[in-house]
T-cell receptor, first 113, second 110 residues
Framework: DADVTQTPRNRITKTGKRIMLECSQTKGHDRMYWYRQDPGLGLQLIYYSFDVKDINKGEISDGYSVSRQAQAKFSLSLESAIPNQTALYFC????????????FGSGTRLTVV | GIQVEQSPPDLILQEGANSTLRCNFSDSVNNLQWFHQNPWGQLINLFYIPSGTKQNGRLSATTVATERYSLLYISSSQTTDSGVYFCAVGYQGGSEKLVFGKGTKLTVNP
């Protein structure tokens, strides 16, 4: 099983619908992140969480919300999806005390029509 | 905020060739990572290298923090090296979040 699992892998939804992307990890890491990738661009940070009670906005949080249900679970919601939220979404984890590498999930490809 | 610039934006090689990818950043960093995104979209962490030099097989990386750049070397390239290579940095006052460059797209032809 993957260390960081994202569901669904692909999703097509209609404008105005609410959608939730889920992320779970078995790394035991405290820190979790949601990133968005648009074609030809790098990744932009949407939200991040350093523990269950610590949630912070990233660069592009408008139109998104998150929930950290447990240390291992971090969900991203689009309250009312719009077409320019069509993108590849990644969840990532990292350790608290030792600055090290990020581990990414396989991504969710979201299309809003 | 910190700026991260990667060069070249695109690179095409024949199998067996060597290459150097560059990452420049605009401020002091305490975290620098290189990632490879394969053609299927998966992101793999290659190196955590805020300073110094590391090697892993045909890949190596060097970060000169005082001069604000990092280099990723790929030797004897293979078609499986194709994809996009991202540099990402974290900095003091950035709450340990990573800021990504726009990447270098590498195509290795057989």
């Amino acid at each position: 099983d993957a260390d960081v699992t994202q569901t669904p892998r692909n999703r097509i939804t209609k404008t105005g619908k609410r959608i939730m992307l889920e992320c779970s990890q078995t790394k035991g890491h405290d820190r979790m992140y949601w990133y968005r990738q648009d074609p030809g661009l790098g990744l932009q940070l949407i939200y991040y969480s350093f523990d269950v009670k610590d949630i912070n906005k990233g660069e592009i949080s408008d139109g998104y919300s998150v929930s950290r249900q447990a240390q291992a679970k971090f969900s991203l919601s689009l309250e009312s999806a719009i077409p320019n939220q069509t993108a590849l979404y990644f969840c990532a984890t990292s350790e608290r005390d030792r600055m090290g590498g990020y581990t990414f999930g396989s991504g969710t490809r979201l299309t809003v029509v | 905020g910190i700026q991260v610039e990667q060069s070249p934006p695109d690179l095409i090689l024949q199998e067996g060739a060597n290459s150097t990818l560059r990452c420049n950043f605009s401020d002091s960093v305490n975290n620098l990572q290189w990632f490879h995104q394969n053609p299927w979209g998966q992101l793999i962490n290659l190196f955590y290298i805020p300073s110094g030099t590391k090697q892993n097989g045909r890949l190596s990386a060097t970060t000169v923090a005082t001069e604000r750049y990092s280099l990723l070397y790929i030797s004897s390239s293979q078609t499986t090296d194709s994809g996009v290579y991202f540099c990402a940095v974290g900095y003091q006052g950035g709450s340990e979040k990573l800021v990504f460059g726009k990447g270098t797209k590498l195509t290795v032809n057989p």
